[in-house]
């Protein structure tokens, strides 16, 4: 089955800079990749999907690549601001069904 | 506008005793539904989706159940709870199709003692 890593746990981040996170998954490349903001007590809320034949997305501060030769998705956000600290989760989809699996997230901080 | 609903938002039970979290959507039409748990500092885990009215596929077999009695209603049911049964329970909906994002609700936030 498919396996998700998030391989930071969490990121600390000088204010102004550009926030990188890592999603990796290990077998076959998905459709479609998307990527979710929580944070605490609240429900996820969806940010950015990218599709299997799309290099690179952008949504104002936000950038995703997707690479399917290294099975990675760089999630970046320029100008970084506090307001921004949250835990940011990847997800993909299962080939076969109606459903989404997610990693673990990452949580980033960004110190003013 | 579509919207989700879900509770109650805190639910602290006894050890043994029964579960129901209901989860309803405004605003859209034979959405696909979700139920997910996160426990403390990880990801979440499907325990349950719907494609549609009466149809439940189970991802984690444990002693948790799911309906869906109505197109935008999803209970998760649970006859006796464990201790491992505590956690931050969500329910989300997409629209049919595969490539589309996922709506969260507020969430339950379960303790069992």
């Known amino acids: 089955s498919q396996k998700i890593e998030q391989n930071s746990e969490a990121l600390n981040i000088q204010e102004g800079k550009t926030a990188t996170l890592t999603c990796n998954y290990t077998?076959?490349?998905?459709?479609?990749l998307q990527w979710y903001r929580q944070d605490p007590g609240r429900g996820p809320v969806f940010l950015l999907l990218?599709?299997?034949?799309?290099k690179e997305k952008r949504k104002e501060r936000l950038k995703v690549t997707f690479d399917t030769t290294l099975k990675q998705s760089l999630f970046h956000i320029t100008a970084s601001q506090p307001a921004d600290s949250a835990t940011y989760l990847c997800?993909?989809?299962?080939?076969?069904?109606?459903?989404?699996?997610f990693g673990s997230g990452t949580r980033l901080s960004i110190r003013p | 506008s579509q919207t989700i609903h879900q509770w109650p938002a805190t639910l602290v039970q006894p050890v043994g005793s029964p579960l129901s979290l209901e989860c309803t959507v405004e605003?859209?039409?034979?959405?696909?539904l979700y139920w997910y748990r996160q426990a403390a500092g990880r990801g979440l885990q499907l325990l349950f989706y719907?494609?549609?009215?009466?149809?439940i596929s189970s991802e984690v077999p444990q002693n948790l159940s799911a309906s869906r009695p109505q197109d935008r209603q999803f209970i998760l049911s649970s006859k006796k709870l464990l201790l491992s049964d505590s956690g931050f329970y969500l329910c989300?909906?997409?629209?049919?199709?595969?490539?589309?994002?996922?709506?969260f609700g507020p969430g339950t936030r379960l303790t069992v003692l």
């Open positions: 989300a909906w997409s629209v049919q199709g595969k490539d589309y994002e996922q709506f």
């Open positions: 077998n076959y490349s998905p459709a479609y």
């Open positions: 990218i599709r299997e034949n799309e």
């Open positions: 997800a993909l989809d299962e080939s076969s069904a109606s459903k989404i699996i």
């Open positions: 605003g859209t039409s034979n959405p696909n």
């Open positions: 719907s494609v549609g009215i009466g149809q």
